[in-house]
């Protein structure tokens, strides 16, 4: 299993340029997430998808749109990217089982916005 | 809105003494709360997590003990090794998962 995997793991983009991250994940799993970390402001969710055909937005959802492709797959895009978006980019994956609802994260993708 | 205050943001502990890192939630409703450590450009694991029916639970060096009462929940390291050396995240989970900003944790050799 190679569990959540994230492309690219670098990326370096100019102000107004677009660009997607794909992720995905083997683990069978219903929900995923997209986070984005930032020093001194720990994990802050961008957007989430319960299962397949759905999506909502978290905390920080202004300037990106997802898709959830099939239940592997969930990708983030960003139509204009802005130098405020410059961070390392997690996604993540879980299953709601027995009330625990462990996050399995990607080894993230390094984002630089000039 | 629903808040996750973590503290300290940085902790320097001797090697061989323990650790604790505090965590308050807001949201009374959250009914799960896992600790995640992260090593200097990796992504989180989690090391324990604790449900909101159980008061402690221990994993060897580690616990969380959960006082659902006043809304707060702590990590505990015992005999802190030089690899606890990592950024340690708390998180408060109902329908939503909401994380601390963080502990980076230091142990002094």
């Not at chain 1, 991250?21 to 802050?44: I, K, T, V």
């Not at chain 1, 937005?57 to 990708?75: A, H, I, Q, T």
């Not at chain 2, 200097?40 to 006082?67: C, M």
């Not at chain 2, 090794?81 to 939503?96: G, T």
Request: charged share 20%; aromatic share 10%.
């Amino acid at each position: 299993n190679a569990g959540v995997t994230q492309t690219p793991k670098f990326q370096v983009l100019k102000t107004g340029q677009s660009m997607t991250l794909q992720c995905a994940q083997d683990m069978n799993h219903n929900s995923m997430y997209w986070y984005r970390q930032d020093p001194g402001m720990g994990l802050r969710l961008i957007y989430y998808s319960a299962s397949e055909g759905t999506t909502d937005k978290g905390e920080v959802p202004n300037g990106y749109n997802v898709s959830r492709l099939n239940k592997r797959e969930f990708s983030l895009r960003l139509e204009s990217a802005a130098p405020s978006q410059t961070s390392v980019y997690f996604c993540a994956s879980s299953v709601l089982s027995g009330g625990v609802n462990e996050q399995f994260f990607g080894p993230g993708t390094r984002l630089t916005v000039l | 809105g629903e808040n996750v205050e973590q503290h300290p943001s940085t902790l320097s502990v001797q090697e061989g003494d323990s650790a604790v890192i505090k965590c308050t939630y807001s949201d009374s409703a959250s009914n799960y709360f896992p600790w995640y450590k992260q090593e200097l450009g990796k992504r989180p694991q989690l090391i324990i997590d604790i449900r909101s029916n159980v008061g402690e639970k221990k994993d060897q060096r580690i616990a969380v003990t959960l006082n659902k009462t006043a809304k707060h929940f702590s990590l505990h390291i015992t005999e802190t090794q030089p690899e606890d050396s990592a950024v340690y995240f708390c998180a408060a989970i109902y329908d939503k998962i909401i994380f601390g900003k963080g502990t980076r944790l230091h142990i002094l050799p």
